[in-house]
């Protein structure tokens, strides 16, 4: 059975950082692309950010400058650097792995995405 676990959520203030990071357990993801997304109250599931099999990043704008997005293939996890955090990055952070091998780019879209985690909270006081 696949599993995504998202961990490293919490509540903190406007500037400061947090490390997400999503442990995949029941298959390797290594030939995959995984992606992180975001969803707030009220609003869509949204693209944060992406990496590629070969560890190519892509980046939602909003995240540009700001995130970093890693992978460990031999630990099976990947990872998101939130730095500068913003109320406006308040949302649930989901983990997601593209089933698919050797993509050059992770997909943006969340429909692309065959495996989901459960989500972590991070919560930006202002």
């Known amino acids: 059975q696949v599993q995504l676990e998202e961990s490293g959520g919490g509540l903190v203030q406007a500037g400061d950082s947090l490390r997400l990071s999503c442990a995949a357990s029941?298959?390797?993801?290594?030939?995959?692309?995984m992606g992180w997304f975001r969803q707030a109250p009220g609003k869509e599931r949204e693209f944060v950010a992406g990496?590629?099999?070969?560890?190519?990043?892509t980046y939602a704008n909003p995240s540009k400058g700001r995130f970093a997005i890693s992978r460990d293939n031999a630990m099976n996890t990947v990872a998101l650097q939130m730095n500068s955090l913003k109320p406006e990055d308040t949302a649930v952070y989901y983990c997601?792995?593209?089933?698919?091998?050797?993509?050059?780019?992770?997909?943006?879209?969340?429909?692309?995405?065959?495996?989901w985690g459960q989500g972590t909270q991070v919560t930006v006081s202002s």
């Open positions: 029941g298959r390797t993801f290594s030939s995959s692309a």
């Open positions: 997601a792995a593209d089933s698919r091998s050797f993509l050059m780019s992770a997909p943006t879209q969340a429909a692309a995405y065959d495996y």
């Open positions: 990496i590629s099999w070969g560890a190519y990043p």
